[in-house]
């Protein structure tokens, strides 16, 4: 398969996977503000990893992270389902939901870079104050 039709439709199933997961009436699931970041479909279109993030990070504890991992794997045939409506494919993927890291690991780098900059601002201003002497 060619990997032009393989992003076009990793695309697709990111995209239709998001709009579905907007539709799920479960507690588990509605309650956060879930973005799908990605998808990532296998050559032979029988499996798929989703890949999400949510919105509460740091606000979540350990519980309510699995619970809300025990929602995403119960909802999963339905979204196969919705998925097979939506999309006119052949083969409609199983679908496994990973919670994707990078963006709370980005802004966690971030944060350490803006404290980094905020403690050599004033070494960088007193530099240049004597340079300005010379």
């Given at each position: 398969?060619?990997?032009y039709?393989?992003n076009?439709?990793?695309?697709?199933?990111?995209?239709?996977t998001?709009?579905?997961?907007?539709?799920?009436?479960?507690?588990?699931?509605?309650?956060?503000?879930?973005?799908?970041?990605?998808?990532?479909?296998?050559?032979?279109?029988k499996?798929?990893?989703?890949f999400?993030?949510?919105?509460d990070?740091?606000?979540?504890?350990?519980?309510?992270?699995?619970e809300?991992?025990?929602?995403?794997?119960?909802?999963a045939?339905?979204?196969?389902?919705?998925?097979?409506v939506?999309?006119?494919m052949?083969?409609?993927?199983?679908i496994?939901?990973?919670?994707?890291?990078?963006?709370?690991?980005?802004?966690?780098?971030?944060?350490?870079?803006?404290?980094?900059?905020?403690?050599?601002?004033?070494?960088?201003?007193?530099?240049?104050?004597?340079?300005?002497?010379?």
């Amino acid at each position: 398969m060619a990997k032009y039709r393989r992003n076009r439709i990793n695309d697709a199933v990111a995209q239709e996977t998001a709009d579905i997961i907007r539709d799920i009436k479960d507690p588990r699931v509605s309650t956060y503000m879930i973005t799908v970041t990605g998808a990532d479909v296998t050559g032979d279109l029988k499996y798929a990893k989703v890949f999400y993030s949510f919105l509460d990070d740091a606000e979540l504890d350990a519980e309510a992270e699995k619970e809300l991992r025990r929602g995403l794997k119960s909802a999963a045939p339905f979204v196969r389902r919705e998925l097979a409506v939506r999309l006119n494919m052949r083969i409609t993927p199983e679908i496994t939901f990973v919670r994707d890291k990078g963006v709370s690991h980005g802004a966690e780098i971030a944060s350490l870079l803006n404290s980094i900059k905020k403690t050599e601002a004033p070494a960088d201003i007193e530099d240049e104050e004597t340079d300005d002497e010379l």
